[in-house]
């Protein structure tokens, strides 16, 4: 079982042992290249958009109108949460909990299943009891602070990984798989 879950526990590990020192780097970084700074988060959104439309694109061959609308409604609520946080280094919430999502929802569902709509509610329960943790745990980092906000960001961010793999990876890749044709035949 330990094995099942390592990706999810290292994950998990990563993101609290980067705590203390991610927003040093980020200053760093926004005082180092000011002019880059927001454009560069975009750049990275635009990226991650672009890798998850390539990879339905190379699975499906064609679209389908369901994976565009769930692709467009993934976007859009994306932009619309993250117009809710402040700086550009809080929308990394959306992104690194998304991600959480969609590792906790692939150790909880299978993708091939059908029923799973406790393995999201699972997941999301996973993911906002992280988020919680993740912000207690920076109440006690020095130059770090509890935020209701975050937290909020960081459910809705596993939120959207959910949906962006049960609605838009998910589908692609089993339209990707050909269906195996069942004869009733009986063999003489």
Known sequence: ???IWLPVVLYVVAMFAAIPYLPAVIIAFQRTYPTIFAPFF??????IVTLVLGYVVLLRRCWRV??????????????????F??????K???L?????????HCRLAPPAS?????AVVASL????AVGCLDELYQWYVPNRYFGWQDVAANVLGGALGVALLRGVLIPAASAAVPAVETTSQAVA
Not at 71 to 81: D, E, L, P
Not at 85 to 90: M, S, Y
Not at 114 to 118: E, P
């Open 96 to 104: 690194e909990y998304g991600l959480l999502g969609i590792l906790v």
């Open 125 to 128: 329960a996973i993911t906002g």
């Open 92 to 94: 990394i919430h959306l």
């Open 114 to 118: 059908k029923s799973v709509s406790m």
């Open 85 to 90: 946080l402040g700086e550009p280094a809080e």
């Open 1 to 3: 079982m330990l094995k």
């Open 42 to 47: 975009i750049a990275i959104f635009a990226i």
């Open 66 to 83: 369901s994976v565009l609308l769930w692709m467009a409604v993934i976007v859009a609520a994306g932009m619309v949460m993250s117009s």
